[in-house]
T-cell receptor, first 118, second 109 residues
Framework: DAGVIQSPRHEVTEMGQEVTLRCKPI?????LFWYRQTMMRGLELLIY????????DSGMPEDRFSAKMPNASFSTLKIQPSEPRDSAVYFC????????????????FGAGSRLTVL | DQQVKQNSPSLSVQEGRISILNCDYT??????FLWYKKYPAEGPTFLIS?????DKNEDGRFTVFLNKSAKHLSLHIVPSQPGDSAVYFC????????FGAGTILRVKS
């Protein structure tokens, strides 16, 4: 398996522009997570899906952020309009099952999308 | 509120010596604790985990210790190798994974 695929790897945009980040989870995984990494807060969970349905979006910072999962093999995270403080690395991760047993069902992360908003 | 805290932003260790990374948590409902390792330009990868009913779990050079009364866990790497240089994230799992801010480990040869 190619793992979790994210695109673009790098995005530089100007304040006010719309940004769309994309993720292809591992085939067969039923959970998908979006995380954001910043120096100050580390890895923050933004939202996660189970079987394409959003379960918890309490980490989404503002209404400017939205996420969709139209099918089991694709998800998007959209920021509209973008602001400089949104600059961060955004990670997508997937897993099979939510529960942990003996360390199983751990998340597999993509390589991340580095976003810079000028 | 930060449920998982890694108070040391960075740690530098000589090759062959022990590396000890620390993590504190506030949420007593975590069932598992996990450590992830992250290299530059890559996503975090799972390293080792421990159940909340255990106090130690060992996997090769990596050992995680859990002190529930102190709400503290630590990751020991011995002996440390230059390839261990990375960012290490501690995470607690209740109904979702909550990560700390990470600790940068540098192993000097």
């Amino acid at each position: 398996d190619a793992g979790v695929i994210q695109s673009p790897r790098h995005e530089v945009t100007e304040m006010g522009q719309e940004v769309t980040l994309r993720c292809k989870p591992i085939s067969g995984h039923d959970y998908l997570f979006w995380y954001r990494q910043t120096m100050m807060r580390g890895l923050e969970l933004l939202i996660y899906f189970n079987n394409n349905v959003p379960i918890d979006d309490s980490g989404m910072p503002e209404d400017r952020f939205s996420a969709k999962m139209p099918n089991a093999s694709f998800s998007t995270l959209k920021i509209q309009p973008s602001e400089p403080r949104d600059s961060a690395v955004y990670f997508c991760a997937s897993s099979y099952g939510q529960g942990l047993s003996s360390g199983a069902n751990v998340l597999t992360f993509g390589a991340g999308s580095r976003l810079t908003v000028l | 509120d930060q449920q998982v805290k890694q108070n040391s932003p960075s740690l530098s260790v000589q090759e062959g010596r022990i590396s000890i990374l620390n993590c504190d948590y506030t949420n007593s409902m975590f069932d598992y604790f996990l450590w992830y390792k992250k290299y530059p330009a890559e996503g975090p990868t799972f390293l080792i985990s421990i159940s909340s009913i255990k106090d130690k779990n060992e996997d090769g050079r990596f050992t995680v210790f859990l002190n529930k009364s102190a709400k503290h866990l630590s990751l020991h790497i011995v002996p440390s190798q230059p390839g261990d240089s990375a960012v290490y994230f501690c995470a607690g799992y209740g109904n979702k994974l909550v990560f700390g801010a990470g600790t940068i480990l540098r192993v000097k040869s």
